[in-house]
């Protein structure tokens, strides 16, 4: 039958001695038993890997999972990539505890094409076959394998392997490999390094292809690496991806400590995780719910970690035989994207408790208000396109996020992302040199908490002209970087009563104005600054003539502050203040000496006014700051003069 096969990978599954690399070895005539102490004992202890030829030439990836309970991070860590399982149950022990476990995790991780193959089928009778078959149908009743085929085979005398390869043909014909996200990534199942070649790294391929000379980012850790040659089965090419298991020679990893677990991945993915939102089955052989902070061991692509589970449902447990939404707080960052599977097993590692998808790769610490924070993360379960999306940036504590990153919190292709944000459900804000998108809801809940947080600035501080725009963005329920927070205050700024003057923010209807025993103090800071003409207080001393003690110098310089902004006196320098009358008779003093002389010192201005020189040189240096005069050595000329 010819093939038209994408690239896939075949594993197997099945509990220890039940004849999974006897069964790889009959269909390839490969031996995927590595290790010294595998041939030594007769057992698999870590992944084994080879290919099956399919007639039309092509080949799809093996990996050889071990069976042993011992071993079963092991089996994980191949298991995250599987197209097609070959789950073996021996003829003469039938469905044994691993059977089951090696099943549970199939099926949490979603394998949806598989072939059950009674192994030792030369040990049995008919009558044993079909009682195998029955524990088989027992076994699979309720998982996403329920229905695959049961083929009887030997590995010993050849019984029953041609079939076998005729299922694998039929189940991969015209199998299309996982979708391309347009990012790849690789969790590693093995690191080494070869005399004269270096770094080899192998794992089953995700996301996207990767080819030779790529500059490719190590995560968790952020080193950065590159493709020196690749190999498909044993094979050089030029480029790999998808569904293949894939060999990596890299340069510069020589200072990394590359390990299983680890993740190449395009450079552009920088998403590391410690918290994450997910939806959790649990699985029968948990025997007991899931409760809100129970310890688990988390399993993920090639990674394994402590975790803690919040339990994000009312009931505050999840029970066996059914599903619910968590919050994973891992010991360890992972690489964690949408849709990612997912297994967890007991703390002591003794049993698989469940598993399930990640929905939300970048969980918030605050979920309140709970319910609505479970309806966003089942809009992403459910949901595809724009809900999805709008659910998904709905949960970000960033305001906004540029289209590259939302694919890859998705794990989706960049442009399908790019047309959904095109939906009137988003708005595209300037973030610097990249554009960001936000939700209309977020926009909303932002505008009001802004527009809140100034009315009761005005309320508590009348006084004052209007807030810090820092203060502003610290009160903000979401996070905004501070070098985009001013595009998004000018477009506040737009749509609302919002008005910014330079750094400080207040609504259209507030106007500073003294009033009650704040406007009788006014009053008398202008009888005494008008009083000392061009001799006036400073900031203690005004506070001593106005008998106001010590701790209210605030309330003082916030007088003065509203005083200057309705134009009756004027900032001179530091803590210094004038009448406004009379700085204008300082400054017309001034413009009439300079109209009929080029320049002037600061000795001559004092006798010009009769003040100290203290005051003198302060309001030549005002004057200098705001334009009237310029400094030439030590004398002042008109700035219209220069020249």
Not at 91 to 96: F, K, R, T
Not at 141 to 146: E, I, S
Not at 355 to 366: H, I, W
């Given at each position: 039958?010819?093939?038209?096969v994408?690239?896939a990978?075949?594993?197997?599954?099945?509990?220890?001695?039940h004849?999974?690399?006897?069964?790889v070895?009959?269909?390839?005539g490969?031996?995927?038993?590595?290790?010294?102490?595998?041939?030594?004992?007769?057992?698999?202890i870590?992944?084994?890997?080879?290919?099956f030829?399919?007639?039309?030439?092509?080949?799809?990836?093996?990996?050889d999972?071990?069976?042993?309970e011992?071993?079963i991070?092991n089996?994980?860590?191949?298991?995250?990539g599987?197209?097609l399982?070959?789950?073996t149950?021996a003829?003469?022990?039938?469905?044994?505890?691993?059977s089951?476990?090696?099943?549970d995790?199939?099926?949490?991780?979603?394998?949806?094409?598989?072939i059950?193959?009674?192994?030792?089928?030369d040990l049995?009778?008919?009558?044993r076959?079909?009682?195998?078959?029955?524990?088989?149908?027992?076994?699979t009743?309720?998982?996403?394998?329920?229905d695959?085929?049961?083929i009887?085979?030997?590995?010993?005398?050849?019984?029953g392997?041609?079939q076998?390869?005729?299922e694998?043909?039929?189940q991969l014909?015209?199998?299309e490999?996982?979708?391309?996200?347009?990012?790849f990534r690789?969790?590693?199942?093995?690191a080494?390094?070869?005399?004269?070649?270096?770094?080899v790294?192998?794992?089953?391929?995700m996301?996207?292809?990767v080819?030779l000379?790529?500059?490719?980012r190590?995560?968790?850790?952020g080193?950065?690496v590159?493709?020196?040659?690749?190999?498909?089965?044993?094979?050089?090419?030029?480029?790999?991806?998808?569904?293949?298991?894939?060999a990596?020679?890299l340069?510069g990893?020589?200072?990394?400590?590359?390990?299983?677990g680890?993740?190449?991945?395009?450079?552009?993915?920088e998403?590391v995780?410690?918290?994450?939102d997910?939806?959790?089955?649990?699985?029968?052989?948990?025997?007991?719910?899931?409760?809100?902070?129970q310890?688990?061991?988390?399993?993920?692509?090639?990674?394994?970690?402590?975790?803690?589970?919040?339990?994000?449902?009312?009931?505050?447990?999840?029970?066996v035989?059914?599903?619910?939404?968590?919050q994973?707080?891992?010991?360890?960052?992972?690489?964690?994207?949408t849709?990612?599977?997912?297994?967890?097993?007991?703390?002591?590692s003794?049993?698989?408790?469940g598993?399930?998808?990640?929905?939300?790769?970048?969980?918030?610490?605050?979920r309140?208000?709970?319910?609505?924070?479970?309806?966003?993360?089942?809009?992403?379960?459910?949901?595809?396109?724009?809900?999805?999306?709008?659910?998904?940036?709905?949960?970000?504590?960033?305001?906004?996020?540029t289209?590259?990153?939302?694919?890859?919190?998705?794990?989706?292709?960049?442009?399908?992302?790019?047309?959904?944000?095109?939906?009137?459900?988003?708005?595209?804000?300037?973030?610097?040199?990249?554009?960001?998108?936000?939700?209309?809801?977020?926009w909303?809940?932002l505008?009001?908490?802004?527009?809140?947080?100034?009315?009761?600035?005005?309320?508590?501080?009348?006084?004052?002209?209007?807030?810090?725009?820092?203060?502003m963005?610290?009160?903000?329920?979401?996070?905004?970087?501070a070098?985009?927070?001013?595009?998004v205050?000018?477009?506040?700024?737009?749509?609302?009563?919002?008005?910014?003057?330079?750094?400080?923010?207040?609504?259209?209807?507030?106007r500073?104005?003294?009033?009650?025993?704040d406007?009788?103090?006014?009053?008398?800071?202008?009888?005494v600054?008008?009083?000392?003409?061009?001799?006036?207080?400073?900031?203690?001393?005004?506070?001593?003539e106005?008998?106001?003690?010590?701790s209210?110098?605030?309330?003082?310089?916030?007088?003065?502050?509203?005083?200057?902004?309705e134009?009756?006196?004027?900032?001179?320098?530091?803590?210094?203040?004038?009448?406004?009358?009379r700085?204008?008779d300082?400054?017309?003093?001034?413009?009439?000496?300079?109209?009929?002389?080029?320049?002037?010192?600061?000795?001559?201005?004092?006798?010009?006014?009769?003040?100290?020189?203290?005051?003198?040189?302060?309001l030549?240096?005002?004057?200098?700051?705001?334009?009237?005069?310029?400094?030439?050595?030590?004398?002042?000329?008109?700035r219209s003069?220069?020249?």
């Open positions: 039958m010819a093939s038209s994408a690239h990978i075949i594993g197997t599954a099945g509990h220890i001695d004849g999974k690399t006897a069964l070895r009959a269909l390839t490969q031996e995927t038993d590595r290790l010294k102490e595998e041939k030594e004992r007769g057992i698999s870590d992944l084994g890997f080879a290919y030829t399919l007639p039309d030439g092509m080949r799809a990836g093996i990996v999972v071990p069976g042993h011992r071993f991070r089996m994980l860590a191949g298991a995250h599987i197209d399982v070959l789950f149950v003829a003469d022990d039938g469905v044994m505890p691993q089951e476990e090696h099943l995790i199939l099926h949490l991780l979603g394998a949806g094409r598989g059950f193959v009674i192994t030792k089928s049995a009778d008919a009558r076959l079909d009682e195998v078959r029955e524990e088989i149908g027992l076994l009743d309720g998982t996403a394998l329920a695959a085929p049961v009887p085979v030997s590995s010993l005398t050849g019984a392997i041609d076998l390869k005729a694998i043909s039929r014909d015209g199998f490999s996982r979708r391309a996200t347009g990012l690789l969790p590693l199942d093995r080494f390094v070869i005399k004269g070649h270096g770094t790294v192998t794992g089953t391929a996301g996207a292809s080819k000379g790529q500059k490719l190590v995560l968790p850790g080193g950065e590159r493709v020196r040659a690749i190999q498909v089965h044993s094979e050089p090419v030029e480029s790999a991806g998808l569904c293949q298991r894939v990596l020679n340069s990893a020589e200072r990394i400590e590359l390990k299983r680890d993740v190449l991945a395009d450079e552009r993915l998403i995780t410690s918290r994450l997910a939806w959790l089955e649990v699985r029968p052989a948990a025997k007991h719910a899931i409760r809100n902070n310890r688990l061991r988390f399993y993920i692509g090639t990674s394994e970690t402590m975790a803690r589970a919040i339990v994000i449902e009312s009931a505050g447990q999840i029970p035989k059914s599903g619910g939404l968590v994973l707080v891992l010991n360890d960052p992972v690489v964690a994207l849709g990612d599977k997912f297994v967890v097993r007991d703390e002591t003794r049993r698989t408790l598993g399930g998808r990640v929905l939300n790769p970048l969980g918030r610490r605050s309140k208000p709970v319910e609505l924070y479970r309806e966003r993360l089942l809009a992403i379960r459910d949901r595809s396109g724009p809900l999805a999306i709008e659910a998904l940036l709905n949960l970000q504590d960033s305001f906004a996020v289209r590259l990153h939302t694919a890859l919190m998705l794990n989706a292709p960049v442009a399908e992302v790019e047309e959904a944000l095109r939906d009137t459900r988003f708005i595209k804000l300037s973030l610097g040199d990249e554009e960001g998108f936000t939700t209309r809801t977020k909303e809940e505008k009001k908490s802004a527009l809140g947080a100034i009315a009761a600035h005005h309320q508590a501080e009348p006084l004052s002209p209007g807030m810090e725009m820092e203060a963005r610290a009160q903000l329920p979401y996070e905004i970087a070098r985009n927070f001013r595009a205050i000018d477009r506040l700024g737009r749509e609302s009563d919002l008005v910014r003057e330079d750094n400080l923010l207040r609504l259209k209807s507030h500073v104005k003294l009033g009650g025993d406007s009788r103090v006014g009053a008398r800071i202008e009888q600054l008008a009083a000392a003409g061009f001799h006036p207080p400073e900031l203690k001393q005004l506070a001593e106005l008998k106001l003690p010590a209210e110098t605030g309330r003082l310089r916030t007088l003065l502050a509203a005083l200057e902004r134009g009756k006196v004027v900032k001179i320098a530091t803590d210094l203040y004038f009448d406004r009358p700085l204008e300082a400054r017309a003093r001034l413009l009439k000496y300079l109209n009929g002389n080029p320049e002037i010192t600061a000795a001559g201005y004092r006798d010009l006014l009769g003040a100290s020189r203290k005051f003198a040189i302060a030549l240096d005002f004057f200098d700051h705001t334009g009237v005069t310029t400094r030439v050595g030590d004398a002042r000329r008109l003069h220069q020249g």
